[in-house]
C-alpha cells in the first residue's frame, strides 16, 4: 500500500520539483553563458588590439625588424597597401571579411576569431592592412561549456538532494497517516468480525445451551455496540459541555455492572473503593471516558485478574494488571490510533476519546505503568 502512495505522489512532486529546478538552472546557464561569450569576446578583442598597437608601433619605424613582435597565440597578416604586398603571413584564410558572418571589424569563421583593422600614417605615405587569428577564443568558449555543463550537473545533484529530504520531511507525516489509517481499517475489520463470528456461532448453538450462547451473543452485542460508539465519537466536532449536577458514585457502579459480561469472559473481577460523590459535569463525556478506561482496563489485563477501581472526591482511578506500557510510550498512549500492543485487539481511539472529552471538561488524565500494572487517574 505505502508503494502505491510513493508512485502516486512522490515521483510527481519529485519530478515537478526537479523540472522547476531544471528550467530555473537552465535558464540562469543561458544567462550566464551569454554574459561570459561577450567577456570572453572583449578579452580577446582587447588582447588583439594591444598586439595590433605593438606592430604599428613597429611599422612606424621599421618593417624589418616584425618578426620579433610577440603575438602569443594570435597569428597575424600584414599587407602592405602602397606598395601592395604581404609583410609578414600567419595563416592563408582569404575574403574572411566578404562573407556574412562579418560583425564589423570582426569575423567567424571554422571555430575561428578574426579581426581586421586597416590604419595608415598620413606624414609617411603609408597604409596598412592588419588581419589577426585567434583560435582562443573557441577553446575558451569551450571550456566555458564544460565548465558550465559541470556546474550544472553539480547543481542537479545538489538539488536532488535537496528534493529528496524535502519530499521526506514534508511526506513522512502523511505516510505516518496512511499508515495509521491502513491499521485502522484492518484492526476495525478485525474487531467487528470477531463478535459477529461469535453471534453467528451463537446462534447455530443455541439450542445445545441457550443460557450459555445467549450470553455470548449478549457479550459480543455490547462489544459492537462500544465499537459503534467509539467510532461515532471519534468524528463528532467538540461541543458545548452540558453540564448537570450528577451521582458520580452510582455512575460507576452502573459502568461496572455493565462491563461485568465482557470482563467475567476472561475470568476478571472488579475490586471497588468508592466514596460518595456529586459533580457539575457533562453525563455524556464522563460516561464515554469511564466507558473507555474500564474496557481499556479489560482489554488489557491478564486472565483471571482483577481490575481495581477508586474514586474520592478529587479523582478516579483504574488499575489493572498486565504488560507493562514502556516509558517512552506513556505520553504518546493518547494519541489517535496509538497501539503498543496488537495481541489485545483495539484500534487506538478509545484513548484518544477519553484525553479529547477530559479535556473538555478540564479534567487532567495521567497514566502510570510498572511492575506490570497500569493505572490510569483521571483529576476532576
Not at 570572453?40 to 619605424?61: G, H, V
Not at 609583410?87 to 592563408?92: A, G, I, N, R, S
Not at 461469535?198 to 443455541?206: D, K, R, T, Y
Amino acid at each position: 500500500m505505502k508503494n502505491m502512495w510513493d508512485k502516486r505522489y512522490i515521483f510527481p512532486i519529485f519530478f515537478l520539483y526537479m523540472i522547476t529546478s531544471m528550467i530555473f538552472l537552465t535558464t540562469f546557464a543561458y544567462f550566464y553563458y551569454i554574459e561570459q561569450k561577450h567577456h570572453i569576446l572583449k578579452s580577446s578583442i582587447y588582447q588583439i588590439k594591444e598586439i595590433s598597437k605593438d606592430i604599428q608601433a613597429y611599422l612606424r619605424f621599421d618593417e624589418d625588424d616584425l618578426q620579433s613582435i610577440n603575438t602569443g597565440n594570435v597569428k597575424v597578416k600584414i599587407y602592405d597597401n602602397v606598395n601592395q604586398k604581404w609583410l609578414v603571413k600567419e595563416f592563408d584564410e582569404e575574403d574572411i571579411f566578404k562573407s556574412k558572418k562579418r560583425l564589423n571589424s570582426y569575423a567567424f569563421k571554422n571555430n575561428k576569431l578574426y579581426y581586421k583593422e586597416f590604419f595608415k600614417f598620413k606624414r609617411a605615405s603609408k597604409a596598412y592592412t592588419l588581419y589577426f587569428e585567434d583560435a582562443s577564443y573557441y577553446e575558451n568558449l569551450r571550456f566555458l561549456v564544460i565548465r558550465l555543463i559541470f556546474m550544472v550537473a553539480i547543481s542537479l545533484a545538489f538539488f536532488l538532494i535537496i528534493a529528496y529530504f524535502i519530499i521526506k520531511l514534508s511526506l513522512r507525516p502523511l505516510f505516518d497517516k496512511i499508515n495509521e489509517l491502513n491499521s485502522f481499517i484492518t484492526d476495525t475489520t478485525h474487531e467487528i468480525k470477531t463478535p459477529l463470528s461469535v453471534i453467528l456461532m451463537s446462534l447455530e448453538m443455541v439450542d445445545k445451551n441457550p443460557k450459555k450462547y445467549l450470553e455470548n451473543i449478549k457479550v459480543a452485542t455490547k462489544t459492537i455496540s462500544n465499537l459503534y460508539d467509539d467510532l461515532v465519537s471519534l468524528n463528532l466536532k467538540s461541543e458545548n459541555n452540558r453540564l448537570i449536577m450528577l451521582d458520580i458514585t452510582n455512575l460507576v457502579n452502573q459502568k461496572v455492572s455493565y462491563f461485568e459480561d465482557i470482563a467475567s469472559k476472561k475470568g476478571l473481577k472488579f475490586r471497588l473503593n468508592l466514596s460518595s460523590l456529586s459533580l457539575n459535569t457533562d453525563p455524556i463525556k464522563l460516561s464515554k471516558i469511564l466507558d473507555n478506561l474500564i474496557s481499556n482496563a479489560i482489554k488489557y489485563s491478564d486472565e483471571n485478574g482483577e481490575i481495581y477501581i477508586f474514586l474520592d472526591e478529587n479523582s478516579f482511578s483504574i488499575e489493572n494488571t498486565g504488560a507493562t506500557i514502556e516509558t517512552k510510550n506513556l505520553n504518546k498512549i493518547f494519541d489517535k490510533f496509538s497501539r503498543f500492543n496488537s495481541q489485545n485487539g483495539g484500534f487506538g481511539i478509545g484513548l484518544s476519546l477519553v484525553k479529547k472529552y477530559s479535556n473538555e471538561l478540564n479534567y487532567k488524565i495521567y497514566c502510570q505503568s510498572r511492575d506490570k500494572k497500569t493505572k490510569f487517574t483521571l483529576k476532576f
